[in-house]
């Protein structure tokens, strides 16, 4: 659990981290059902943890819920001389799935808190855009309410308060 502060809002984060390994892979699936935002992680002196991203892709498309927010991390920047996946390759991957990126170092903590603030910023703005429309849809509601209670008071009445609802 962390505390990050974006825009001034206060917003307390829970994070599991699987580190990728496969005997996780089970109750991965479980997590994916309440996730708001997920880091796909890559060791950029691993081309086959590159590779594995794809499938991480698929089960976050089948087991996450709609609309959860993708950010794709390229780790380990620190070791450019053992660097296997360029820059390049993972921002174009990134693009292809319409996630933003970032190459970051868990060892020097090179992007480490912007990547997180830019997660917890996409997870925001997709609740304010749901809160929004909730908050919308109550308004509409609460004045039809009110438009119907209106027109079921007996004439003469509607301003007086004596009238009886019981």
Not at 44 to 72: F, N
Not at 82 to 95: D, H, M, N, P
Not at 134 to 144: M, P, S
Not at 153 to 164: F, I, R, T, V
Request: proline share 1%; net charge negative; charged share 30%.
């Amino acid at each position: 659990m962390k505390t990050i502060e974006v825009d001034g809002i206060k917003v307390r984060i829970q994070i599991w981290d699987t580190a990728g390994q496969e005997r996780y892979q089970t109750i991965t699936k479980q997590y994916y059902r309440r996730a708001q935002g997920i880091f796909l992680v890559y060791d950029i002196s691993s081309e086959r943890s590159y590779q594995h991203i794809m499938k991480w892709v698929s089960d976050v498309d089948e087991y996450a819920p709609e609309g959860v927010q993708k950010i794709l991390i390229g780790n380990k920047a620190d070791e450019e001389q053992k660097r296997q996946v360029g820059r390049e390759q993972g921002q174009q991957l990134a693009k292809e799935y319409g996630m933003d990126f970032y190459e970051t170092s868990a060892c020097t903590n090179l992007n480490i808190k912007e990547s997180f603030t830019r997660l917890t910023e996409l997870v925001l703005r997709a609740h304010r855009k749901e809160l929004e429309g909730l908050r919308v849809r109550a308004g509409q509601e609460l004045a039809l309410a009110e438009l119907e209670e209106e027109e079921g008071k007996p004439e003469g009445l509607a301003n007086s308060s004596k009238a009886c609802w019981c």
